[in-house]
C-alpha cells in the first residue's frame, strides 16, 4: 500500500514540476504522470542500487552528493522509455528534477507518512 502511495506522490510532483518548468520539462498527462513514476519505482528498486555499487568510491568522495547525479541518470533512463509522453530537456534539467522530486519527498515522508509509534 505503501509503494502505490508514493508512485501517487511522485505523479503528483511529476506534474507540479512539469508545470512549473514548462520550457524544458513535457508531461503529456497525468497518466503519463503515474506511468513515469511506476517506471522510476522500478528503476531505483532495480538499476539505483547496481549504479551505487558501481559508483561507490566517488559518492564517498562527493560525501553523497553524487545520489543526485545517479537520480538524474534514473530519471534519464525514465525519460527514455517513455518515449513521447515524457520529454526532459536535458541532463542538468533532470539533476534539478531529481534535487526538487528528493526535497520533496523527504517532506512527504517527514510529514504526512510518518509513521505513529
Do not use: H
Not at 538499476?47 to 551505487?52: E, F, R, W
Not at 558501481?54 to 552528493?65: N, R
Amino acid at each position: 500500500m505503501r509503494w502505490i502511495v508514493g508512485i501517487l506522490i511522485n505523479a503528483i510532483f511529476f506534474v507540479a514540476l512539469a508545470g512549473l518548468f514548462q520550457d524544458q520539462f513535457y508531461l503529456s498527462g497525468i497518466g503519463a504522470a503515474i506511468g513515469a513514476s511506476v517506471i522510476l519505482s522500478l528503476l531505483n528498486i532495480i538499476v539505483k542500487p547496481i549504479l551505487i555499487l558501481l559508483t561507490l568510491p566517488v559518492t564517498i568522495l562527493s560525501l553523497g552528493l553524487f545520489l543526485f547525479v545517479i537520480n538524474a541518470i534514473t530519471l534519464s533512463l525514465t525519460d527514455r522509455l517513455m518515449g513521447d509522453s515524457l520529454e526532459i530537456s536535458s541532463f542538468g534539467m533532470c539533476l534539478l528534477f531529481s534535487i526538487l522530486l528528493s526535497l520533496c519527498n523527504i517532506i512527504v515522508q517527514n510529514t504526512v507518512l510518518r509513521e505513529k509509534g
